[in-house]
């Protein structure tokens, strides 16, 4: 997926410029009004929920060895499924499940039309 359509730069759409100001962050994911914006590197961006048709959460175990002994955490990710059943991955944080839960809780609260769960 090519992610140039949802680039986010401040200052090219006043509207959007608003809604990033006064959306609520979950790690590494913002949650607007009628948008969702995620931070990837150094970049935004961002996609209207009209575009999105389903939503869920997605909860990666990681185990690796490290030079202290083994290390396992989660990697939050919130899914989103679009009107063309392209399937986005929003990555909150890892070890963030308190952040993902809200984010996911104030996302069911919305009047946006989505569904909710995998299938």
């Known amino acids: 997926m090519d992610l140039k359509n949802f680039m986010y730069k ?3 759409d006043a509207s959007l410029d608003r809604e990033f100001e ?3 962050r979950y790690g590494k994911v913002k949650l607007a009004d009628e ?3 995620w931070k990837k590197g150094l970049k935004w961006y961002c996609l209207p929920l009209a575009e999105a048709k389903r939503a869920f959460r997605r909860i990666e ?3 690796s060895k490290m030079c202290c ?4 955490f989660d990697i939050q990710k919130l899914v989103l499924i679009l009107q063309d059943d392209t399937e986005l991955e929003l990555f909150i ?3 963030t499940p308190r952040e993902a839960e809200l984010l996911y809780e104030k996302l069911q609260s919305k009047d946006c ?3 909710f769960g995998k299938n």
Not at 69 to 72: L, P, R
């Open 113 to 115: 039309g989505l569904m």
């Open 61 to 63: 175990a990681v185990d």
């Open 22 to 24: 006064l959306g609520s």
């Open 35 to 37: 948008t969702v914006f």
């Open 93 to 95: 944080g890892e070890g």
């Open 69 to 72: 002994g083994n290390v396992n």
């Open 10 to 12: 401040r200052g090219n």
